[in-house]
């Protein structure tokens, strides 16, 4: 595996395997991996000749107040962490390879971004958008691949790949949880073992409201009210969102049905952490639970 650090190290890697008629898969990451970004490699792996993984702690996606200075980094970890799911090539560049002057150009998606995480994060998706479409005319995959557990950014960045017709084919792979239900996160780390067993909430909270639609329950109010009690109930927990949303425009459901994504967001003592499940409302069964 090779560890490279700049824009024309990784056009040089990619346009050889092209040239040879390999299948470029890719992977963007912040790092700090963990079993979930491992998943996404290997799918990687099994659906490509060459992978690439990137490492690059986005500034333009973090808010003033936000976590960007702490947000956890291990980058001789990572390294070893990728080559072990697969990786072929790991592109971690500095910020001044990314961004070496002041960005005048951004990318925007409407209306995908507004709702849940970016009414929380204003600019937040405006950043992971301007990001992705920088590695992907860095990159040029053919495939790239995003997690479950970060719905509402898949879907942006889906659109944002239809709307600008850019020539990659986006995978959405399953959201990977600790056996306890705990969906994994760098984020995890800051947790200590009160706040690690108060996080439970989230996941538990998104059982329940499935158990509830298991049960009947449309209405998305009386599921939103029985998981936000939930999250009350738990003294070291602080909610910031619950949105039950039709999973594929992200427009908030009075009634539910068809393919609902239920997501939310909760403090922790300072820590953020968001989590969510797409249930097939009528008709199909439900999916993966947490
Ligand atoms: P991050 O490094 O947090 O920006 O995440 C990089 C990619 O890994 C994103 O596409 C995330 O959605 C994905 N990811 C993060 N956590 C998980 C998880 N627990 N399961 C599956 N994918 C994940």
Same mark, same amino acid.
């Given at each position: 595996m090779?560890?490279?650090?700049t824009?024309?190290e ?32 290997r ?9 690439v993984?990137?490492?690059?702690v ?18 001789e970890?990572?390294i ?8 072929d ?6 910020? %001044? ?10 990318? #925007?998606?409407?209306?995908l971004?507004?709702g ?20 992907f #005319?860095?990159?040029?995959?053919d ?17 944002m790949?239809g ?13 990977v ?7 994994? %996160? %760098?984020r #995890? ?65 009075d ?10 967001a909760?403090?922790?003592? #300072? ?15 439900p999916?993966a %639970?947490?």
């Open positions: 090779k560890v490279v650090g824009i024309a990784v056009r040089e890697y990619v346009g050889a395997a092209k040239r040879r008629g390999e299948s470029v898969g890719f992977v963007p990451t912040m790092g700090y991996l963990h079993d979930g970004h491992l998943a996404l490699i799918r990687a792996r099994a659906e490509n000749d060459v992978v993984v990137s490492i690059f986005n500034p333009l996606q973090f808010g003033p107040n936000e976590d960007y200075e702490r947000y956890p980094r291990d980058l970890r990572d070893a962490l990728a080559e072990t799911g697969g990786a090539l790991v592109f971690a560049p500095s910020v %001044s390879e990314m961004y070496p002057r002041p960005m005048l150009t951004y990318v #925007n998606v409407e209306k971004s507004e849940m995480c970016g009414a929380s994060r204003p600019g937040h998706f405006r950043g992971v958008a301007t990001v992705v479409c920088k590695l #005319n860095i990159v040029t995959p495939r790239a691949y995003f997690g479950q557990k970060d719905a509402q950014q898949a879907a942006v960045i889906k659109r790949v709307d600008l017709n850019i020539n990659v084919q986006t995978v959405t792979v399953g959201t949880r600790e056996p306890d239900g705990l969906a994994m %996160s %760098s #995890n780390v800051y947790l200590d073992a009160g706040q690690r067993s108060a996080a439970l909430v989230l996941s538990k909270s998104l059982s329940l409201a499935r158990r509830m639609i298991e049960a009947g329950e449309r209405d998305a109010g009386k599921v939103r009210d029985a998981m936000t009690r939930m999250i009350q109930s738990e003294p070291l927990a602080r909610l910031d969102y619950i949105a039950l949303v039709d999973a594929e425009d992200l427009v908030p459901l009634r539910l049905s068809g393919p609902v994504l239920i997501a939310l909760v403090f922790i003592g #300072n820590t953020r952490l968001i989590d969510n499940i797409l249930v097939e409302v009528g008709g199909c069964p999916t %639970s947490p």
